[in-house]
């Protein structure tokens, strides 16, 4: 028992893993790389800047030819701010899908921006689909972009992008991703998939830090954002033209985390690229889910909607399980799991990416399985509620 009850620490440094979407768990390797200092505007760190972009649009595979990676300062939302107004011109609308706290912190961003788009609210997880945008389409010429969440990380959702994709094109508009939490473990490639602008960062399922994003945005496109932008910061313009003209970033880069993430990048080709982690994170997600249904755990989604990247678990019933004091005690145990998102029923998220592999979900569930016994929770079935509540999915 006393073995059992031992903390389970993450390698190298005694701290939690992460079981959370970003910032995760890294790489020792990734933090050391931090230990040097760069001149923003000194040949090396430019050439840093190059290989991190040329690495990036490497991702997308046949037509990148035609898209241009740029890096910007900040956390992701800076860089889905800096898309909507960079690429959607002042006059333009915005068709903004929305199944969870990402969807709509990208329409409160449109009424920040002052710039028209339409709702489409699907509540905490119902995924929007292809009929559903070309209908919206078709009733509502003055729409000229769509905007996708690849996975929606309130609720772990993988949304259909490639049919959002079919129905955008089909109607003769634009799509917009925001891939935040699955690019880098998820495909996107352009010869699979339309669009014209994805954004994602530095701390999610390439495994860096946080402290920049990356736009990645077909070259017309960026040629035609010129003054497009509210903003001096977030044009994108901006600074692509000048990361064209000088290779330096307009204003202090983060230039430790891009080291990081650069010594990330050759971490995730050395594994195989993007097909191998996200071959490792669906595993993480399958013995990680395997065994808490195996404790009585319920998933909100059906396994089809299921991602990679992060999976809500209702809370049991049980009236002796209170969240807080599962997740101390689990954080007691080397694990640190993530409070739920949905706005009807109680719920948890455990995150699959990051440095981890399935030994250690498997030592996840069963600190699960230990942490119940101490908190004296019998069974781990959701309320009924929940599972009427999962029930819509399948209608
Ligand atoms: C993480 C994330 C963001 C950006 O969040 P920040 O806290 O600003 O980094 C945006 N969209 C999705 C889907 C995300 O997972």
Redesign the pocket.
Known sequence: MAAQNAPLKAPHLGEPYLLT??PLTTSYEVKQAMLRDWGSWDDDFRGMTRDMRARLLALLGDGKEDFDCVPLQG????C?EAMLGSFVPKDGKVLVLANGA?GLRAAKTMDYLGRAYHLLDKGDYLPPRGDEVAQILANDPDITHVLA?H???SSGILNPVQEISEATYAAGRKLLI?S??AFGAVELKVAEIQYEVMVS?AN?CIEGVPGFGFVIARKSELEAAKGNCHSLSLDVHAQWANMEKTGQWRFTPPTHVVAAFLEALKAHEAEGGVAARGARYYNNRDVMVTGMRALGFETLLADRWLSPIIVTFFCPADEKFVFERFYELMKDKGFIIYPGKLTVVDSFRVGCIGQMDESVMRLVVQAAADTLAEMGVVSAAPPARALEERAKLAA
């Open positions: 979407p970003g956390s992701g939302s800076y889905v990402y969440i996975c929606e990380t925001d935040m939490s960062s999610k």
